[in-house]
């Protein structure tokens, strides 16, 4: 598909600065301001519009710093706007605090949120402005946008609402040091998996960093692609199939082998990520937005997903997509003062320059919704990163991009048990009637 052309005469300034001038930025504001915080100094401005902003770019999330940066530079090149801004981890709780707050009126005026079955209860209450009709009004709103980049940002009934900046995809990272030094083969298959597991755990290391009660989400997603197949795994129907019921067993095969930490039912996933960090566990299944934040560049690695038993999924399939963007509300659009302000600062995040800075600050793992010039001088760990995701031989979306939020929340928690010998048909039984009680829908969200 060919890229839409962009005008540059409606940007809302200039979209790049660099870390120099965002620093000088900064401390010009703080100094300005006598003692004061950046609020107060800012909104000493007359005649100030005030642009409600809520992202997933806060805490230790990637994107964090350029996502800061952006709104700073944003408001010094706009000065008649200030950017109240609520930026935090997209954790479950966030993602239902936001639910809450648009049911109860309370929405912001820019969102960055996901686009997946996640914002389903979003879109129903009709509340985001549609691409389609932004464009109508100001032509070259995400004109730097890719035109694949946008449909695989659709919400679940085909629209474009959210304009995307980067992508992700999920892989295992594995301390190739480690296997080095006790002789192994890296992983690549099921039978090279197991030896690690038991080789590492002989001899006092974790083999998979992981933190079953916190984040199962990724060792989940690939269990069952890999059990199920592609076509189970995207369309499982309205009863939980039996390559379901094994994939979730599998949890408690890996457990059994001893493949998880002992108190994997009590860290974190931060805590998991510390574990192999420091070469104390040898493998951790995460995805492109972790490798910002790995230290070793040169020793660690990143595989393709080894496999189970007798697997039904091609070797080299990846969990990847495009499932976040900024929105623009209707309380926005609708408000004159605000129109304006929100289109600005939504392009400011989303022009070429602007992704191009979000795909350098994470190492270019992530797929870009742009066109991005690869950062030169990569690290080992990102040349393989950018191989892993070339090479994928298929690419498919997470579970709970399609499966209704509570149904996800409720086999999400229901992991660690089952890895403890639970009964994974009752679990999965539960999960489906869930979905079907929300909205008659089964679990890949599509109606009977």
Same mark, same amino acid.
């Given at each position: 598909?060919?890229? $839409?052309?962009?005008?540059?005469?409606?940007?809302?300034?200039?979209?790049?600065?660099?870390?120099?001038?965002?620093?000088?930025?900064?401390?010009?504001?703080?100094?300005?301001?006598?003692?004061?915080?950046?609020?107060?100094?800012?909104?000493?401005?007359?005649?100030?519009?005030?642009?409600?902003?809520?992202?997933?770019?806060?805490?230790?999330?990637?994107?964090?710093?350029?996502?800061?940066?952006?709104?700073?530079?944003?408001?010094?090149?706009?000065?008649?706007?200030?950017?109240?801004?609520?930026?935090?981890?997209?954790?479950?709780?966030?993602?239902?605090?936001?639910?809450?707050?648009?049911?109860?009126?309370?929405?912001?005026?820019?969102?960055?949120?996901?686009?997946?079955?996640?914002?389903?209860?979003?879109?129903?209450?009709?509340?985001?402005?549609?691409?389609?009709?932004?464009?109508?009004?100001?032509?070259?709103?995400a004109a730097d946008t890719l035109d694949w980049a946008l449909e695989l940002a659709a919400n679940a009934d085909g629209v474009s609402r959210?304009?995307?900046?980067? +992508?992700?995809?999920?892989?295992?990272?594995?301390?190739?040091?480690?296997?080095?030094?006790?002789?192994?083969?890296?992983?690549?298959?099921?039978?090279?998996?197991?030896?690690?597991?038991?080789?590492?755990?002989?001899?006092?290391?974790?083999p998979v960093a992981c933190a079953l009660s916190n984040v199962p989400h990724y060792w989940l997603e690939y269990l069952l692609l890999y059990?199920?197949?592609?076509?189970?795994?995207?369309?499982?129907?309205?009863?939980?199939?039996?390559?379901?019921?094994?994939?979730?067993?599998?949890?408690?095969?890996?457990?059994?082998?001893?493949?998880?930490?002992?108190?994997?039912?009590?860290?974190?996933?931060?805590?998991?990520?510390?574990?192999?960090?420091?070469?104390?566990?040898?493998?951790?299944?995460?995805?492109?937005?972790?490798?910002?934040?790995?230290?070793?560049?040169?020793?660690?690695?990143?595989?393709?997903?080894?496999?189970?038993?007798?697997?039904?999924?091609?070797? +080299?399939?990846?969990?990847?997509?495009?499932?976040?963007?900024?929105?623009?509300?209707?309380?926005?659009?609708?408000?004159?003062?605000?129109?304006?302000?929100?289109?600005?600062?939504?392009?400011?995040?989303?022009?070429?320059?602007?992704?191009?800075?979000?795909?350098?600050?994470?190492?270019?793992?992530?797929?870009?919704?742009?066109?991005?010039?690869?950062?030169?001088?990569?690290?080992?760990?990102?040349?393989?990163?950018?191989?892993?995701?070339?090479?994928?031989?298929?690419?498919?979306?997470?579970?709970?991009? $399609?499966?209704?939020p509570q149904a996800y929340q409720t086999l999400i928690a229901g992991i660690s048990e089952i890895s403890l010998g639970g009964s994974a048909?009752?679990?999965?039984?539960?999960?489906?009637?869930?979905?079907?009680?929300?909205?008659?829908?089964?679990?890949?969200?599509?109606?009977?």
């Amino acid at each position: 598909m060919q890229k $839409r052309t962009r005008n540059h005469a409606f940007t809302g300034g200039r979209c790049r600065r660099g870390a120099a001038m965002a620093l000088l930025m900064i401390v010009t504001v703080l100094h300005a301001g006598c003692g004061t915080s950046v609020e107060e100094y800012m909104s000493q401005e007359p005649n100030r519009v005030v642009l409600r902003t809520v992202s997933m770019s806060g805490g230790t999330n990637p994107g964090a710093g350029v996502y800061g940066e952006i709104r700073l530079e944003f408001m010094m090149e706009n000065p008649d706007i200030f950017v109240e801004d609520d930026s935090q981890s997209s954790d479950e709780q966030w993602k239902t605090g936001i639910v809450t707050d648009f049911a109860v009126g309370n929405e912001p005026d820019v969102l960055q949120f996901f686009t997946d079955a996640t914002a389903n209860q979003l879109v129903a209450m009709d509340k985001f402005v549609t691409v389609e009709e932004i464009r109508e009004v100001y032509p070259d709103y995400a004109a730097d946008t890719l035109d694949w980049a946008l449909e695989l940002a659709a919400n679940a009934d085909g629209v474009s609402r959210a304009v995307p900046t980067t +992508g992700f995809w999920e892989g295992l990272y594995v301390n190739e040091d480690l296997f080095e030094e006790y002789g192994l083969p890296l992983p690549t298959d099921w039978l090279s998996f197991v030896q690690a597991v038991e080789v590492f755990r002989e001899n006092g290391i974790v083999p998979v960093a992981c933190a079953l009660s916190n984040v199962p989400h990724y060792w989940l997603e690939y269990l069952l692609l890999y059990t199920a197949g592609e076509k189970d795994y995207l369309e499982p129907g309205s009863e939980p199939p039996e390559s379901w019921m094994r994939a979730v067993e599998l949890f408690g095969t890996l457990r059994e082998m001893g493949a998880f930490p002992e108190d994997t039912d009590s860290i974190t996933n931060e805590y998991a990520a510390e574990l192999f960090e420091r070469k104390e566990a040898a493998m951790f299944l995460e995805g492109s937005w972790y490798l910002p934040g790995v230290k070793d560049r040169e020793h660690t690695l990143v595989l393709p997903f080894p496999g189970v038993p007798d697997q039904k999924m091609q070797p +080299g399939a990846v969990i990847s997509g495009m499932t976040s963007g900024f929105y623009i509300t209707r309380k926005a659009w609708n408000d004159p003062k605000k129109r304006d302000a929100a289109v600005r600062y939504v392009m400011a995040h989303t022009c070429q320059e602007a992704v191009q800075r979000y795909y350098d600050d994470g190492g270019g793992a992530a797929v870009a919704a742009t066109e991005v010039v690869p950062p030169e001088n990569r690290s080992r760990l990102a040349e393989w990163a950018a191989e892993y995701g070339d090479l994928a031989v298929k690419k498919l979306l997470p579970t709970d991009s $399609r499966m209704d939020p509570q149904a996800y929340q409720t086999l999400i928690a229901g992991i660690s048990e089952i890895s403890l010998g639970g009964s994974a048909d009752r679990l999965l039984r539960r999960v489906f009637e869930i979905a079907e009680e929300k909205g008659g829908r089964n679990v890949q969200g599509d109606d009977h």
